[in-house]
């Protein structure tokens, strides 16, 4: 179905060639995962399928593409586009039109689809990935979920027989990802698509791939999904587990995991958790760098938060979960002053931050917002880097140093725009550290991160947390916070559902449960390196 | 289906076209007087048929044409106060101190005495923008200016395609734009001032710019442009043939319009132009390979909306012509108008669809239904802005 040979892609301004010597072939109706670290080529590898890659984006492609019979050198993205669909990382940034059904339609009316037909077809797509009750919407007032499927079926009303799809859930909260996930396994399977599908939370997908192309240093390798996992430089938290633990085959699934792992359950029952992350015990009188204390906040005339009550202490990571849309943004929008308190209060450091000057502002409080290209205004890293220390009245050459820290290599004369997801989350946060602000607030900062990448988040967020900063963390990510978070508070219609310590709100609640917990259920052990930790204890004494 | 799309009775949205064409008709007829009274008597109309025909949860800009009218008529009468004008008046109403101009601006005065005929003949020019204004705020209310747009004719495909795109695009940029804004506090600064906006202007742009590259690709990779048109020359023959057509149709509607050059110019004009444009629109139409997605049907409803609107504006049209009293009222001497009652019955067909074309769907359902729905889009709108 899709041949590559001896394909290499150079784009003009990079010394290095992004691909060479990719020879991979796809048969009909395989589902197969590419993985790697941030920036190894993915997405170019992803857009080559379909032409972009040269014919949009620009760059030398050497070698040869044939998609069911067609040269991608002689045929355009346009000309292949009844038989491969794309879908890209943002759906919102692709949609055409601006209702549900229009865009269903929009692929089908350019390829010149009859009425009756097109018509028929929009109807199956809705109801195949459960939009019928959106049809008229605009797509805007979508929430993710929603959009990534409506990005999926706008491609796959005009039943392409290739499916691309470049990180399809990595904005979408836990149950709005399986949700997609199981609509793209159920096309596998009913229609026999051929799916090529990039994702950096491979505990999502890792078990549902028929093979693995791992991309590394512009190189790839397919291969069966656990012998890929075997030598692969990202992995899921149940493979690390299943290497830790010497299992062969390596299990991809919990399922596989679990039924490994009764011997290592036995063997750790009854050692004490040593959590590798140890919560800080704090003396939770008036130190408190955030209070809300009843806290409701409208975004126009709706109460999105509704009574929120929560503190966050010095040397404590908090993390924030809830479903898209429960709050969690409007929270951390209110905790740095940029929406006013309705009723209740907010304090940071004691004051009302909605009422602080900028400038004062910075001390107290510094968010990273989801997109952390919003902080970023330079032509340069450098340049930004000393932009950062004026604004912040930090001392020269303060910014660069946190940054040298955090991401040790940023080269001075890149963009921000250039930078990989991690390298500018790194920046920006480094801009907002330069403040020195006692609290620091992170919305979804995992977004689009590798696990390497996350591994080096964490532990500059749990350095942070040792010099007594707060830090406050939206996320969906329940293998981030299993690693990162001391404490837990879910929130959902803009009220505090739940609020304690990590391991009790992870372990309680399949929906939230990392991997490692339900692999190790009844045991406490949260994270891979939790279980490491337990296994060198010594076993307890037999009473 | 078919049939019952010739009733009036199946809630449907009525073709964009139609109600577009029914608001230039009305249009037409307040532009061709200045009578107060008929002026009043079109706004009327127009909001009746957009109370009783606008779909619930729907964007309405019709209140915002209306203050737009009102400010139209203040600074018309503000400017004749200030400005005098060259209106000759005996009713002077009062005496603004005369500012003294060099003696090489004849014509203009700034002060003076203010009469009653001035502001009078400045009001009824101002009621009749107004008026216009009002029609084309129904026009858009009734039917959003993005349905019509997917109406465009083929050989303006693309033109189409750009408008849609800019139409969707501006409210993002204001988005885009809050949210730098807000993030600047993080950075230490208010946001606000000359300088900041400059800094604020790239990070905007940029996102700007990157989202439509993001676009251009999803359209190209489903297909966008693909053979429409199969040589350069025939693309370049339909399209001088559709805009020397437009550009006719434009002509011909103006010369009716205004009134004042040789009427009869008008009318050939708008025939060769729509001959033109329909021949063009044909030809594109057959090489067109694209299909439509549920095309929003031509039938009798449609028909009397149109005809409805067409027929109000050919009457004060005809009686503008015959110079029927009180289509232009006197200003000089000042004389009450009064309402004539041949154009005035033209305007009142316009009111006919107001019950004889289809409702909406959700409003159809009922007003609680329907609004309970519309409401939830405008929450959930509120809420995707954040």
């Not at chain 1, 009843?294 to 999105?304: I, K, T, W």
């Not at chain 2, 076209?17 to 307040?30: C, H, T, V």
């Amino acid at each position: 179905m899709i041949r590559f040979e001896d394909v290499g892609v150079r784009f003009d301004d990079r010394r290095e060639p992004v691909l060479r010597g990719v020879d991979l072939r796809v048969d009909e109706g395989e589902m197969v995962l590419v993985v790697g670290s941030t920036g190894s080529g993915k997405s170019t590898l992803l857009r080559c399928v379909n032409g972009l890659v040269p014919h949009f984006s620009g760059g030398t492609l050497s070698g040869r593409i044939t998609v069911d019979g067609r040269d991608t050198r002689t045929h355009r993205p346009r000309d292949l586009a009844d038989i491969v669909g794309v879908v890209g990382q943002d759906p919102a940034a692709a949609f055409v039109t601006d209702t549900v059904e229009e865009e269903l339609a929009y692929g089908m009316e350019s390829l010149g689809v009859t009425g009756d037909v097109m018509r028929r077809r929009v109807e199956e797509t809705l109801d195949l990935l459960g939009l019928a009750d959106v049809r008229q919407r605009t797509l805007r007032t979508l929430s993710g979920g929603q959009q990534q499927r409506v990005a999926i079926g706008g491609v796959l009303a005009a039943h392409p027989r290739i499916l691309v799809l470049d990180e399809p859930t990595s904005a979408l909260d836990p149950v709005a990802a399986e949700e997609v996930l199981a609509a793209l396994t159920r096309l596998v399977h009913d229609l026999g698509l051929t799916v090529l599908l990039a994702e950096h939370r491979l505990e999502r997908v890792v078990q549902y791939a028929d093979r693995v192309v791992v991309v590394q240093n512009g190189r790839v390798r397919a291969d069966l999904p656990a012998a890929a996992m075997a030598t692969s430089p990202v992995s899921p938290p149940v493979v690390d587990l299943g290497r830790l633990a010497g299992w062969s085959p390596l299990p991809l699934s919990v399922r596989d995991a679990r039924r490994a792992a009764g011997p290592i359950r036995l063997q750790l029952a009854g050692r004490s958790v040593v959590r590798a992350v140890k919560p800080v015990t704090t003396s939770g009188l008036d130190k408190a760098l955030l209070s809300a204390r009843a806290l409701v906040v409208n975004r126009g005339r709706r109460a999105v938060l509704r009574g929120i009550d929560l503190e966050v202490n010095p040397g404590e990571v908090v993390a924030l979960m809830g479903r898209n849309g429960s709050g969690k943004s409007t929270l951390l929008a209110a905790a740095c002053g940029q929406l006013p308190a309705r009723l209740g209060s907010v304090r940071t450091g004691g004051l009302d931050p909605a009422s602080l000057k900028p400038r004062q502002l910075v001390r107290h409080v510094g968010l990273v917002p989801q997109d952390p290209g919003l902080l970023l205004y330079g032509e340069t890293v450098s340049g930004e880097c000393r932009a950062a220390d004026t604004d912040m009245h930090a001392a020269p050459g303060t910014t660069r140093a946190i940054l040298a820290h955090l991401a040790p290599d940023v080269e001075d004369d890149t963009h921000p725009r250039d930078l990989s997801e991690g390298q500018r989350l790194a920046l920006a946060l480094a801009v907002v550290l330069a403040g020195k602000p006692p609290l620091v607030l992170l919305d979804e900062p995992t977004r689009g991160l590798d696990y390497g990448a996350k591994t080096r988040l964490v532990a500059s967020l749990r350095l942070l947390a040792a010099e007594q900063h707060g830090v406050l963390v939206a996320t969906h990510d329940v293998e981030l916070v299993a690693e990162l978070a001391d404490r837990v508070v879910v929130i959902a219609d803009g009220e505090v559902v739940t609020d304690g310590p990590t391991d009790a709100v992870l372990a309680g609640s399949p929906a939230f449960a990392p991997q490692v917990a339900k692999v190790m259920h009844p045991q406490p052990w949260l994270t891979v390196a939790d279980v490491a930790a337990a296994l060198v204890q010594p076993p307890p004494l037999a009473v | 289906m078919t049939l019952a799309i010739h009733d009036y009775r199946l809630p449907r949205l009525l073709h964009p076209a139609a109600w577009w064409a029914w608001a230039i008709g009305l249009a037409m007829a307040a532009n061709r007087t200045t009578n107060p009274l008929l002026l009043a008597l079109i706004v009327v109309v127009a909001a009746y048929v957009v109370a009783a025909r606008r779909e619930l949860g729907a964007a309405s800009p019709f209140g915002a044409f209306l203050r737009l009218g009102l400010l139209a008529i203040t600074l018309r009468v503000v400017f004749q106060v200030l400005l005098g004008g060259g209106t000759p008046g005996r009713t002077v109403l009062f005496t603004l101190p005369e500012i003294p101009l060099p003696s090489g601006s004849s014509g203009v005065r700034l002060g003076g005495p203010v009469t009653l005929e001035g502001v009078l003949a400045a009001a009824y020019e101002g009621a009749r923008l107004a008026a216009v204004l009002a029609c084309i705020g129904a026009a858009n209310t009734l039917a959003s200016p993005r349905r019509l747009l997917r109406y465009v004719p083929a050989t303006l495909y693309e033109v189409g395609t750009a408008l849609v795109v800019a139409l969707t695009y501006a409210p993002q940029l204001v988005d885009d734009a809050r949210r730098v804004r807000v993030a600047r506090r993080l950075r230490g600064h208010g946001g606000r001032g000359i300088r900041e906006l400059a800094r604020l202007a790239v990070p905007v742009l940029d996102s700007a710019l990157e989202r439509s590259l993001n676009l251009a690709a999803s359209m190209e990779s489903r297909g966008y442009g693909r053979s429409v048109h199969r040589d350069a020359r025939s693309r370049r023959q339909a399209t001088a043939l559709t805009l020397a057509g437009l550009s006719g149709v434009i002509a011909g509607v103006y010369g009716l319009l205004d009134g004042s050059p040789a009427p009869l110019l008008g009318l050939p004009l708008l025939i060769v132009g729509s001959v033109a444009a329909t021949a063009s629109l044909a030809v594109g139409a057959r090489r067109d390979p694209r299909s439509r997605y549920r095309p929003d049907p031509w039938a009798t409803p449609e028909w009397l909306v149109l005809g409805c609107g067409v027929a109000a504006g050919v009457l004060v049209l005809i009686a503008a012509q015959r110079g029927v009293p009180g289509i232009v009222v006197q200003t000089s001497p000042a004389e009450w108008p009064i309402l004539p009652w041949f154009p005035a019955l033209g305007v009142l067909l316009a009111l006919v669809p107001a019950w004889l074309s289809p409702v909406p769907p959700l409003r159809a359902i009922g007003p609680f239904d329907g609004l309970q729905d519309g409401l939830q889009d405008g929450l959930q709108d509120v809420g995707a802005t954040s």
